[in-house]
């Protein structure tokens, strides 16, 4: 498992070039909806994602780290917190 300071952006490198499903209960979905409705933002990047009842899935590993990105960038706790998990299964701990 790779470390990295907390709230650190993980190289895209690092990150798994594959579907990334996440399971949903609701508090999640308002999270994920809204890092996902941001459309194209300052960074000229976009999430890609399909949705199946309370699973989203993030298609790629770009879609997955611009999302990473804008959780960090967020600085809501609830949504930083979603971030770690991500980084955790994707082997990357942040310390």
């Known amino acids: 498992m790779k470390s990295m300071n907390?709230?650190?952006?993980?190289?895209l490198a690092d990150i798994p070039n594959e579907p990334?499903?996440?399971?949903?209960?609701?508090?999640t979905l308002d999270i994920v909806a809204?890092?996902?409705?941001?459309?194209?933002?300052?960074?000229?990047?976009?999430?890609?994602?399909?949705?199946e009842g309370?699973?989203?899935t993030i298609k790629d590993a770009k879609s997955l780290h611009?999302?990473?990105r804008r959780c960090i960038e967020s600085d809501d706790d609830d949504t930083l917190c979603l971030a770690q998990d991500i980084c955790q299964t994707i082997d990357i701990e942040w310390v």
Request: net charge negative; proline share 8%.
């Open 66 to 68: 611009t999302f990473i």
């Open 54 to 56: 309370n699973t989203i």
């Open 34 to 51: 809204a890092i996902v409705n941001q459309g194209i933002d300052s960074h000229l990047e976009a999430v890609i994602t399909e949705r």
């Open 20 to 27: 990334y499903p996440i399971g949903c209960n609701q508090p």
């Open 6 to 11: 907390y709230g650190t952006l993980p190289d």
